[in-house]
């Protein structure tokens, strides 16, 4: 009988000391050194004195002396510095600052072309030195996905150390296997060889998990497994526990590379998943999404102790050691060597087609290393990192929507942008997928604007014709319609609040010759000059379940090159979206490809409203 096997057992039986203890009809005679202890104290002292309770017959348990190697204390704690490790961030995401950070001098670039982005991305990878720690909400194999997995397989088998997280909702087209995260995962342990092929007496740092699956097992037992230890125990010796929810997700998206490096520190943020659409790559050129992300450098400090102040890194780490996350190496379903050589030739296979002579990429990839992309045409301001981690500390969501948190976050990135738009003296251009925000929002909105006559507010979001979630924008139509409209129509602000409907009536969808694809960027600009660029909806599931990332860029240079892209970006989005109320807009609304959709609003808003379900969607 294997330890591990035996280890389940002795749980087992522990269990059922712990029922005993809670049944007072059953009549347990304790034998051993503890015998003269009672039934409380015993648990306890097991735990503390490494014994395991043993079964003699239906009425007899008997305590030995230790076995170190099958204690409880042994099990609960086989990984004793991961424990610890994990212990300590679960705190930190309940105990998350409620001071803010403050903004730190750095330097930025947006990167608002698809193919830059991604570019931007393989290059970072490639410049890695020490680290490289990424994550995203979807993670797919098409060629992008399998060419990041082949540029990270390089970067690990020099030495950088690697950690990939994917969130299970998001990526749920891989499941149940993950064949390609998990063979860069066996990469870890290995020997490095040096160029050529000789062992270097270093070894291989890959890690992959999976945010907050909820059928995983193995931790769902692991959680039961603590929730006996804690009764038994003091409250300050008690074991977090893990929230498994399923409309609990990791929305960040993340690319970070030597994180503990004040000179070589770099990182991406921004809207894009990892997916061919994102990065007009093969099928995703007809099926293009407009998105937006940046690139930020110099964000890294060191203390006057030699410690590494890095924001972006303690968002990561809690995330990444959140409690129901999954690592991949401890998989149902392991990967062979066959396997593995397949995925890795897949991987060299699609970096092929994207990056080598004749690849899609080439020539643009050519242009930004002549340019020294990572090094040039960067602009200094003011970096600020923002999230949105108190939503991992929630609890019975579902029960009590309406819940505050449990206090307030002093790095959120709504409450970030309350304070630069309540400051704002002209403009606010606001650009989301789904906007669809609180009343009291709409209010705080529609004041700002009403204190001064030149004031103006911009909203882009998506139509009937863009939109890739029905739900969503019937929660966005209503938005409009019945929160912002009906309370400015008519009255002397109604022109300083505009709404734009992305796509136009030449889309190819209502018959026209033009694709517009889907907006997915998530971008506020106050006053054309402070930029904040996130990956939150600004929806309720942003605000209230998921963990959200983004930064905001103030104290730009006067002619600041950044601003004047996202303005070119913004006003471009306003030539290729349709003024809400305006005759085309009603024209695309009417169209006979769009009724089945308006039909579907309508009772989709109807039973949102009549079971008050607008908390929990």
Known sequence: MGLRFKAYIQYLLFWLLAVSCSTPQYEIVIRGPAAEENCASLVQSIIAKNSTPQIKDASTIEIPEAIPELSLTK????????NAKYTNIIESIKDFKVDNNGPINGQSKLLLDPHEGYLAKILLIRNAKKTLDLSYFIFTGDDTGKTLLHELRLAIKRGVKVRLLVDSTGSFSKAPFYDDIKALASLNG???LDEFGNPTGEFAHAEAVLFNPLFNVRAHVANWMKAVHNLFVPENERLPLATFTINRRSHDKILMADANSPKDAMAIIGGRNIADKYYAVNEGIKNPILDAEIL?????????DGSINNALEDHYNKIYYYLANKNFENFLFKTNRDQVRKEFKQMRDSSKRLMHENGQLNAHLQEMVDSKFLENDFEDGLISILN???????TKMFMMPKQEHYKANGNSLISKLHADIAKAEDTVDIV???????????????NWASKYPHRKVRIFSNSLTTTNNIVAQSMVDATFKETIMKRIQGTPIEKQIEIYSYGKLDDE???????YGFLHAKIVVVDGKTLTVST???DPISRHLNSEVGTTIENLPKNSKNAQKLNKYIED????STLWGSTEWQEIRRHPKNKIMNILQVFITKIIYTLNLVPII
Request: without cysteine; glycine residues 4%.
């Open 296 to 304: 930020i450098k110099n964000f890294v400090t060191k203390n006057d």
């Open 536 to 538: 939150s909806n600004l």
């Open 75 to 82: 099990i609960l704690n086989s990984r004793k510095e991961l």
């Open 190 to 192: 290995q020997e490095i």
């Open 509 to 515: 969808v209502l018959g026209g010759d033009k694709r």
């Open 573 to 576: 989005l306003k030539n290729n």
């Open 432 to 446: 989301s997928p789904y906007f669809w925000i609180p009343d009291e929002e709409i209010e705080f909105i529609i």
């Open 388 to 394: 949105e981690i108190q939503n991992l500390s929630r």
